[in-house]
């Protein structure tokens, strides 16, 4: 029977990362993944898929030139799925290569076949063709992610009503849409679909949407999609999804009806624990199928087997997933690592861009310190004229006390790119001098930092600043 100082279960960004970084460490490493190709949720049906979808369809919309030219403008009319999936696919197949040729490099072996536990050092692996085979190992990782979660009661049939998995699968644009589930990815997709100009309409048993983000942010979003016609059902729950023969209904708890072509349910998503034999090593998941860890080395309750990425619930992000599988490896090889930096970036792909890290002003306040506010105007930059960006905004928030900064919050053009300036401040726990003494390239929108930095200054007040040094 074949042995491996570590066994890596699913090959998405959690999974990759550990493996690589087991290889680099000189350890003997086998990736098992049941999917057909390499690459999980991430390449395959979540963070690629839908990033590379909103590209396009920005693209062949003329979306980022509408500021300029009217939101009649389109560079490609009629855009139908083929235009859509043809980049899909492109760089999919181009993503899947990369990590081939990274496994090969590094001497990563990897096996189709879906793992399941039988003790703490070994389990069975079941190979489409029905095979079976057993592996030992040292050190394992449970990276499997989740799947969309489906409720029996919801009926889906890939015709009317489909999960995010499915959303990829379209024959035909909807002409109408209705997404169910106000979290990201229903946020995104309903506004990449809003942006190819099908009416939609975003169900959201909530009062609002993504209450994790800074409010302003989240208002100033609102609007934006009100203001290009998306429909917002805020604080009533589904009671029904009907799927007809022409048409699909979401009957709401406070009997409001909402009819389109299509529905996207999008409520949460649940772990692919089913089959995996956890019972084996006495390890539990949650009613969502979530495992628990150590957060700091992210070792279940079985020391020689840790869990990394979705299947570990919050943030679920490829990006923190990746973070995660390489602080797995380390710590099963008896890496030292510092402490993790306290913040992280979200980036929310929705049109606009939403991204944030740190502290929102809800949080700064509830905390009790006290804080001022700089506020840039995408449209008040140079840039933004260049690009005919007419919304969109950057809003830094200090403290009053140490000048530091504590959070930044955009959304708009770039936003998921500019954030790592806010990003790196905050975590070498630099101050409102920082945007204030520093020259920023102009025309650039990350000259917004520059712009905001110096109207949380004005706001500041020159003595106070004196009376803090
Ligand atoms: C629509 C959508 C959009 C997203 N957009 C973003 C984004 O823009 N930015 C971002 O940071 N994150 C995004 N995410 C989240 C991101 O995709 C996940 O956080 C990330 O994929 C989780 O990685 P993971 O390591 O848990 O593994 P996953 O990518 O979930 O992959 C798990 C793999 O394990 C395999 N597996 C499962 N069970 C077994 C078994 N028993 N044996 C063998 N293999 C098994 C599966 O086949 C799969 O290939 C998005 C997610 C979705 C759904
Ligand atoms: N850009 C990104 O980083 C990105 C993009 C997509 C997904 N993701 C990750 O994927 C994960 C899953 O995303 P998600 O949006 O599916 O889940 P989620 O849990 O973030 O959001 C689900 C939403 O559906 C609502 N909801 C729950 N039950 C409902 C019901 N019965 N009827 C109607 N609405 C209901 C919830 O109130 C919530 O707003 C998230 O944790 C996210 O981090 C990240």
């Known amino acids: 029977m074949s042995r491996y100082a570590m066994l890596v279960i699913g090959s998405g960004p959690s999974g990759r990362r550990a493996a690589v970084q087991s290889a680099k460490l000189g350890k003997s490493v086998l990736v098992v993944d049941k999917g057909r190709r390499l690459g999980g949720v991430s390449v395959h049906t979540g963070t690629i898929p839908s990033k590379t979808l909103r590209e396009t369809v920005l693209n062949l919309s003329g979306w980022r030139e509408r500021g300029f030219y009217g939101r009649g403008y389109r560079v490609k009319q009629d855009i139908a799925v083929g235009d859509l999936i043809q980049r899909l696919q492109k760089t999919l197949d181009h993503e899947v290569e990369v990590l081939q040729h990274q496994f090969m490099r590094n001497a990563v072996k990897h096996q ?34 989740t799947k969309p979660h489906r409720p029996a009661t ?23 849409l209705t997404v169910i589930g106000g979290g990201v990815i229903g946020v995104e997709y309903a506004t990449i679909f809003s942006a190819l100009d099908v009416p939609v309409t975003l169900v959201e048993p909530r009062q609002s949407i993504l209450d994790f983000v800074d409010r302003e942010i989240i208002d100033d979003f609102i609007h934006q999609l009100r203001d290009r016609g998306m429909v917002m059902r805020f604080g009533s729950g589904v009671r029904e999804v009907l799927s007809k023969p022409d048409h699909a209904e979401v009957i709401l708890a406070d009997g409001r009806v909402i009819r389109s072509e299509m529905v996207l349910y999008a409520a949460g998503r649940s772990g692919n624990v089913e089959g995996l034999g956890l019972e084996a090593i006495g390890v539990e998941a949650d009613v969502r199928g979530r495992i628990k860890v150590d957060p700091h080395t ?8 840790y869990a990394a990425g979705d299947i570990i ?8 997933s990746m973070e ?17 930096p306290e913040t992280f970036p979200y ?23 006290a804080y001022e506010c700089g506020v840039a105007r995408f449209r008040e930059t140079s840039r933004g004229h260049i690009m005919g960006v007419d919304s969109g905004f950057l809003k830094l928030i200090f403290s009053l006390e140490t000048r530091r900064l504590l959070g930044a919050h955009i959304v708009g053009e770039g936003a998921t790119e ?25 025309p650039t929108l ?18 106070a600043l004196r009376a803090a040094e």
């Open 347 to 369: 980036g929310i792909y929705a049109v606009p861009e939403i991204s944030t890290v740190g502290q929102s002003e809800e949080e700064v306040r509830a905390s009790g310190i």
């Open 446 to 463: 990350a000259e917004a930092y520059k712009i905001a930095g110096l109207d949380a200054w004005n706001r500041m007040g020159y003595a």
């Open 112 to 145: 189709r076949a879906a793992a399941s536990f039988l003790s703490a050092n070994s389990v069975a692996l079941l190979a489409d063709s029905g095979e079976r085979s057993e592996v030992e190992f040292d050190h394992a990782l449970i990276s499997v992610g």
């Open 298 to 305: 992210l070792q279940t309750s079985v020391p020689n087997i």
């Open 154 to 176: 919801i009926p889906f049939d890939r015709k009317r009503v489909f999960d995010s998995d499915e959303m990829l699968e379209l024959e035909r644009l909807p002409r109408t």
């Open 313 to 320: 619930g919050f943030p679920s992000l490829a990006s923190t």
């Open 418 to 442: 500019l954030i790592h300036i806010g990003q790196a401040v905050i975590n070498l726990q630099g101050t409102v001098d920082f945007f204030v003494e520093n020259t920023f390239n102009y």
């Open 324 to 340: 995660q599988g390489r602080v797995a490896a380390c710590h099963a090889f008896g890496v030292p690592l510092p402490p993790a």
